[in-house]
């Protein structure tokens, strides 16, 4: 059996959630808590980022090595391609995701909602422990103001991450003009990195979390200036995921 340490909300967690369920592969999920993971995920191996796969007594952390590693395990409906042109453009792409999509995302939509509690303390305690609940009303406040501090969430950072973002899905768009994947005729990992880490914004279903039918300000008006954009995260997820 193979076990994912998680967030629900993370959208890197959803990369390796979507590409476990891809391969139909069986598989346990264990969502820790924000704060007291990091000692879970040091004892698993060493780094404090989720997620983390546990298979056969080997821990993997970072989504990217994640797939290569199901790739490798379970050759069933893989996500790198075989040619070696494609698998480096492929990967290329998902670096390109990994790196400019994920945090920006993150940033943008955590700015907005660690200032909502009331929306956010549920995704953190989501089939989580039982105490999940009890452990935030203590010390959400002091947990939320540690997340702004380590993703430096003031109003600077987020104009910053919201003008790359913008470059970023016009790169997106002017590369998936015409086209059906991001590289060659077949869904990959490029397709499901760049899908995964923008979902947030574009609020897919099959995401593993119930989304607010409204996101609080000033998130809502930022999303809706890229939902025009974001098309083909749609048609991906429903047809991929
Ligand atoms: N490059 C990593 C990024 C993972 C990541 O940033 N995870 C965040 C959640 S979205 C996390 O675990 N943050 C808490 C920490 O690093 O302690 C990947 O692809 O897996």
């Given at each position: 059996?193979?076990?994912?340490?998680?967030?629900?909300?993370?959208?890197y967690?959803?990369?390796a959630?979507?590409?476990?369920?891809?391969?139909?592969?069986?598989y346990?999920?264990?969502?820790?808590?924000?704060?007291l993971?990091?000692?879970?995920?040091?004892?698993?191996?060493?780094?404090?980022?989720?997620?983390i796969?546990?298979?056969?007594?080997?821990a993997?952390?970072?989504?990217?090595?994640?797939?290569?590693?199901?790739?490798?395990m379970?050759?069933m409906?893989?996500?790198?391609?075989?040619?070696?042109?494609?698998?480096?453009?492929?990967?290329?792409?998902?670096?390109?995701?990994?790196?400019?999509?994920?945090?920006d995302?993150?940033?943008?939509?955590?700015?907005?909602?660690?200032?909502?509690?009331?929306?956010?303390?549920?995704?953190?305690?989501?089939?989580?422990?039982?105490?999940?609940?009890?452990?935030?009303?203590?010390?959400?406040?002091?947990?939320s103001?540690?997340?702004?501090?380590?993703?430096?969430?003031?109003?600077?950072?987020?104009?910053?991450?919201?003008?790359?973002?913008?470059?970023?899905?016009?790169?997106?768009?002017?590369?998936?003009?015409g086209?059906?994947?991001?590289?060659?005729?077949?869904?990959?990992?490029a397709?499901?990195?760049?899908?995964?880490?923008?979902?947030?914004?574009?609020?897919?279903?099959?995401?593993?979390?119930?989304w607010?039918?409204?996101?609080?300000?000033?998130?809502?008006?930022t999303?809706?200036?890229?939902?025009?954009?974001?098309?083909?995260?749609?048609?991906?997820?429903?047809?991929?995921?």
């Amino acid at each position: 059996m193979l076990t994912l340490y998680q967030f629900p909300i993370s959208h890197y967690c959803e990369k390796a959630r979507w590409a476990l369920e891809y391969k139909n592969i069986e598989y346990k999920k264990v969502n820790l808590l924000p704060g007291l993971h990091a000692k879970k995920a040091r004892n698993l191996c060493s780094s404090s980022s989720l997620p983390i796969l546990v298979h056969n007594n080997k821990a993997i952390n970072e989504s990217s090595e994640i797939i290569s590693y199901l790739d490798h395990m379970f050759p069933m409906n893989s996500l790198t391609p075989t040619d070696p042109h494609l698998k480096q453009e492929t990967l290329k792409w998902e670096k390109f995701a990994d790196e400019m999509i994920g945090p920006d995302v993150r940033c943008i939509c955590y700015h907005t909602l660690l200032d909502h509690p009331d929306i956010i303390i549920p995704y953190f305690t989501n089939e989580g422990p039982w105490y999940g609940k009890l452990y935030m009303n203590v010390t959400y406040p002091k947990l939320s103001q540690k997340m702004k501090n380590l993703m430096k969430l003031d109003d600077a950072e987020v104009e910053a991450s919201q003008n790359r973002l913008s470059q970023t899905i016009q790169t997106i768009i002017a590369h998936i003009h015409g086209r059906s994947f991001f590289v060659g005729d077949a869904f990959s990992r490029a397709d499901l990195a760049v899908a995964s880490l923008l979902a947030p914004l574009c609020k897919t279903k099959k995401y593993g979390i119930e989304w607010p039918e409204e996101y609080p300000e000033p998130l809502a008006s930022t999303v809706s200036e890229y939902n025009n954009s974001l098309d083909w995260v749609h048609r991906i997820y429903k047809q991929f995921r």
